[in-house]
């Protein structure tokens, strides 16, 4: 049994779900609309405020995308209804992150050159400080993405923790070689 496919998803007020003949969906909200085409055997119900998807059989493939696609729904309602957010901080001496238009993130982490990145459509960057980064959207996947990409450029070093990281992560430190 899948716990996570058997759950009902509530829909929130201001969201709509329509879903067609051959499972696609399309989920519309105050944040945007996302869509997205699960398999065809997979049954999806939209029914007084909620959404329950079930499975025809329960052969091991059926299993897995009972609770992948019930989970993919969650996100995509969760994400026009409230939106993603990843909060990337950048840690060293002259590392900083500007906007050179809204479509181009600059960062200047110790490289002889500046990086520059395409910001993917359906996503804002927000920058509070010059050291934070705030990547948000509608869409779970590219949200986690672009944060990945951005975090790619410089990957915190354990000796002296300088890059860029997530806010909630833990980098291990390593200690340096001592003289003797």
């Not at 699960?38 to 499975?55: A, L, M, P, Q, Y």
């Not at 329960?58 to 957010?85: F, P, W």
């Amino acid at each position: 049994m899948s716990r996570i496919g058997n759950q009902s998803i509530k829909v929130p007020a201001g969201v709509t779900i329509s879903v067609d003949k051959n499972n696609y969906v399309v989920v519309k909200g105050p944040k945007g609309e996302l869509d997205f085409a699960f398999d065809k055997n997979i049954g999806i119900k939209v029914e007084n405020d909620e959404v329950s998807v079930t499975r025809p059989n329960d052969s091991l493939r059926m299993k897995a995308l009972h609770g992948t696609t019930r989970a993919l729904m969650n996100n995509m309602v969760i994400g026009v209804n409230e939106g993603y957010t990843k909060i990337l901080d950048i840690k060293g001496v002259g590392y900083r992150a500007l906007l050179k238009d809204p479509k181009t993130l600059v960062l200047n982490v110790g490289y002889s050159n500046p990086v520059e990145m395409i910001i993917p459509e359906g996503l804002t960057i927000e920058i509070p400080k010059n050291t934070e980064v705030h990547v948000k959207g509608a869409d779970k996947q590219v949200v986690g993405e672009f944060a990945a990409n951005v975090r790619k450029v410089r990957q915190p070093e354990p000796y002296l923790g300088k890059g860029i990281r997530y806010r909630d992560e833990h980098v291990r430190r390593k200690e340096g070689k001592t003289a003797k």
